[in-house]
């Protein structure tokens, strides 16, 4: 593929910098647009390991004339600018529609009206939109059961039932086909993300490429951020000899998969007019329970510590959803390549010298105070 221009918005965070540098890899000009969110930046300046080969732009999505600015020249948008976590969303409400919804909005409209060389896009869309999973009954095959009441889960009957016999269903891969049935506002922006990326691309011509991520995980990873990802919140507390604790029975399961193939996919996208004006699951072959995922931490630390089952429940938590990738597999070629427990292996050893990194700078900024360095 010939070198292009790339914007890669929310560049600067977790998914988005891993592909500033793939991109830097393969000598593309690339330009970041972040607004360095203190929920993820608590500094408020660009992270340590953002590629200094590509222009950093801090900007934000809900400011039209610097979304212009950053789109300027460009030839390739990869959008992963969002705000995230799906219990925050049910309570900042406006926050997440100015940022998910009307931030892409603001970045459509300039595509739809004014003057630009973008030729391809690529949008971070969210398993969560889906809501509850794929499930099989004996009886009547693939169903999709509503979201568990708070009675069903008070009474500790935490699998899923078939809406017409009521008998316990089997969990299966969920197809892009299936019905997104968002339960969050995180989820429902990020399928306004979704379908008005799709849309807008088709109207103007725009091939544009969105991806259904999955459970992602790896380093840069935010380990102070509430609203992370489990593997983070279970390896605070195991490498601090705590217990990992575990809503409902510890056997809901998900897709977990690394941020280098979520790099590679993006990459694979493109340079292929494979998936054009097409949304793709973006998970992996292993499926994992979280209890599963809180024993792999616990072994790979060292610790003797098993994971604190608490059989209670948070209203709304979706029970199991992971991912058929046939038809990224198909389209594009994409295979997993980064195993869980490597995957994981990564993390740990990353969130070690994050952490000793962390400790340089608070030690560095107590000198300074007292006037000693």
Partial sequence: MSKKSVLVTGGAGFIGSFIVDELVRRGHRV????????????????PVFLNKDAEFVQGDMRDYDAVA???????????????????????????????????????????????????????????SSYGEGMYECAEHGKVRPPIRTEAQMAAGRWELECPVCK??????????TAEQLCNSIYAVTKKDQEDMSINVGVTYGIPTVAFRYFNVYGPRQSLSNPYTGVAAIFMSRIKNGHAPVIFEDGLQSRNFVSVHDIVQINM?????????????????????????????LAKLFGKDLKPEITNRFR????????????KVEKLLGFKNKVSFEDGMKELIEWSREAEAVDKFDVMADEMKSKGLV
């Fill in 268 to 296: 694979l996208a493109m340079e292929s007019a494979g998936a054009d004006y097409q949304s793709l699951n973006v998970g992996s072959q292993v499926v994992m329970t979280i209890k599963g995922v809180a024993e792999v």
């Fill in 69 to 127: 600015k950053a789109v300027e020249g460009m030839e390739v948008i990869s959008n992963h600018a969002a705000a995230v976590g799906v219990g925050q969303s049910q309570y900042q409400i406006k926050y997440y529609v100015d940022v998910n919804t009307a931030g892409t909005a603001n970045l459509l409209d300039v595509l739809a009206n004014k003057k630009h060389k973008v030729e391809k896009m690529l949008v971070a869309a969210s398993m």
């Fill in 315 to 326: 209203k709304g938590d979706v029970r199991h959803c992971f991912s058929d990738n046939s």
């Fill in 167 to 176: 008998a316990t269903v089997k969990p299966v891969p969920i197809p892009e």
């Fill in 31 to 46: 330009r970041i647009f972040d607004n360095l969110d203190p929920q993820v930046h608590p500094s408020g300046k660009p």
